[in-house]
């Protein structure tokens, strides 16, 4: 099965085209085509995302990624013909972006239709305007294409890249059950128990601000630029490495709340306190950054072992954004090994761990069952809060 997948939940533009050869959850997959914008250097001049403008970035990348995409992946194509209804339906499905409308029909008249056997989209959760784009455009390539559309859930991706192993054997790694998620990224932190694929129960998550956005928040209160986890993370390993010390004694929240939820905004304020009205040399932010990493990686990892422990689980997926952190990661795997070793500690691969469309098509072969018809595909509603569980 030739899978197009199409994330645009937040920051990232981005298309692929696989192929599963076999069922999940025991195929492999070919990566065809993969084509990623990230607007990261647009957002960063305003200190965040702003989902309006991110929404206009994915309308007018969205196309160049599909064109990117399919070049890589040179299928072979038939030739089409629209006809006058056929535009006008696409024009009412994309009447929220309308200048797509004729883009799209001139992109069909000079590649034609591509071997696509179906269509996977990020509906959510995420920012929704710029969810809708991916939605909207997912339906109109599949009333164009004639093909069946799915909508895919975000964190499933992050789950199943977690597990993709691309550069030994390109299949998902044959886990163990129970399994416990560990999801962490800008707008998520939750621990999730599976006791199979695709079952999902919500089992701990903050009760504030992700972790990521801590990250985020903490990098701009040290006059770090957008996205923080990538900057406080450099600074984090300069601490280290210069075994500074301490600079701020910040507490652990929740570390002993004898649940799995987080809580990350009163460490948030506590940087904010230690760090008002003060100059900062560049010293002080490396300090500052390590001692904050520090006390974020210890409750993640505290609180995973309990969920491990509470659940006899096997296994310990961690995906989202924040899984790119490689203190994180040696943190984990050490102490994993030494407190809990018959767990086997799945990262994913640097490239698959912040968003990406290969995670979207992965999480689409998983949903393909609930494949739609093109026609009855005004169904899939972008939703900004679409939960895993
Ligand atoms: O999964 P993701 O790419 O987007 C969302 O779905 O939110 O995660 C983005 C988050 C941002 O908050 C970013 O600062 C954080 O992941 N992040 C990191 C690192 N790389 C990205 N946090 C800590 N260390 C990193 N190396
Ligand atoms: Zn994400």
New binding site residues.
Partial sequence: MRILSIET??D?TAISILEAKGEFPHATYDILGNALWSQIDIHREFGGVFPMLAKREHVATIIPMLEKALIEADLETTPSEVDEHLAAELQTILNREPELADKLLSFQAKHGVPQIDLIAVTSGP?LEPALWVGVNFARALALLWNTPIVPVN?MEG?VLSSVFDIERDDMLSDISFPTISLL?????TELILMKDWGHYEKIGQTRDD????A??KV?RMLGLQY????E??KRAEQARKEKLPEFIKLPTPMLNSGDLDFSFSGLKTAVRYAVADKELSETDICAIARDFEDVVTTVLLKKSLAAIETYAAQTLIVG???S???H?KRMFESSFLEKAPDVTVYFPQPKL???NSIMIALAGHARAENALAPRGADVIRADGNKSLA
């Fill in positions: 939940s937040c990232e995420g975000h992050h962490i990224s800008g707008g998520h992700a972790v990521g956005e990250y985020d990098a996205p923080g986890g990538p406080i993370a989202g954004g924040v790119a952190n490689q994180l761990s912040t968003d």
